[in-house]
């Protein structure tokens, strides 16, 4: 899967000298945590989360009146809270790398380029949809998670071992074992009781570790 596939198109944006507070509630009015920021020739020049917007914003122990608060953020811009020369990507990166560079660099969205132009925007929120998705999550079946070696042909047995006892893959993830002999496998099946299912895959894993019809 692609970041093309799971981004936000034609994402609203912001100019650099727009007031903090107009910025704080279209991200409310929006539902939106984070705002590209574009020059009047529309060309990426920031971005702006709730988080940058929040720590703006005077603290509650501030002995500033509710007026001066507001008079204060009013003429606070955008363009001196937003992260200068943000971290982008191209639209036809796989999610995967788009995640790893969140997760690595502490950052919650990514603006996505096309050439010079913005055309989109990946966040944590977006990949929480698809990490509902992977899991199907939205879908009824059976959960279990195993223990497997980690050996050529593993998941083909596991794969094969549901299939051959009548049963349908919903989702399937995979991830690191405790050491580097082992990995860790999550499915959801439907299609077959759960006795049926634990028994089909018994023989084929180290350990059955979590079982549950969800």
Known sequence: MLVKE?????????????????????MKREKIHHLPVVDKDE???????????????????????VYEMSSLLAKLKVEKVMSKSPVTV?????????ARMMADRGIGGLPIMRGSSLVGIITESDLFRVFIELFGARQKGIRVSLTVSNVKGALAKVSGAVTNAGGNILALGTFLGEDSSQGRVTLKVDGMSRDALVGALTPMVKSIDDVREV
């Open 90 to 98: 191209t639209e036809d990166i796989p999610l995967e790398e788009a």
């Open 6 to 26: 799971r981004m936000t198109r034609n994402p609203i944006t912001i100019r650099p000298d727009t007031p903090v507070t107009e910025a704080q509630a279209m």
């Open 43 to 65: 060309k990426l020049v920031g971005i702006v989360s709730e988080k940058d917007l929040l720590y703006a914003s005077p603290s509650p122990a501030s002995t500033l009146s």
